[in-house]
């Protein structure tokens, strides 16, 4: 008996079927997230590795990969909108995680291994988007 086993989506395919039109910058810039961040990054990141981008095509392309459920865009308090590779935990999933900043070293990362707590809201609330940073001291800084 033969196993059917998928074959991983090309980057053209993932943008599409995330509904994102496909062209060159879009997929250099998708492309480099992939390759250059195993975590969370942030603009300044993308342009150190891009620097023949302009920076609003870079800073449109990531809202437009945010609002795609292809990234996570995380506030994490330090006045810098961050960006974690949502397809690297979960692909094609719009399943958030948790990312954890450390007061100390200000470093935020994912835990993916952390389930969000449900949240029951009044009547008459509906939940568009959660976002849930955690906020403490890291095990590196913490010198555990």
Known sequence: MEINKKKPLSDEQILREAGIRVTAV???????????????????????????VDKSTLFRTLNLLSENHLLDTIDDGSGSQKYCN?????PQSKVKHIHFNCRICHQTVCLTD??????????????EDTE?????????????
Do not use: M
């Open 26 to 52: 879009r997929l250099l810039i998708w492309r480099t997230i992939h390759q250059e961040f195993s975590g969370i990054f942030n603009l300044a990141d993308l342009e150190e590795k891009l620097p023949t």
């Open 86 to 90: 949502r397809d690297l935990h979960a």
């Open 132 to 144: 849930y940073v955690v906020k403490g001291i890291c095990p590196k800084c913490g010198g555990k």
């Open 114 to 127: 952390v389930s969000l707590p449900e949240v029951t809201l009044p009547d008459g609330y509906t939940v």
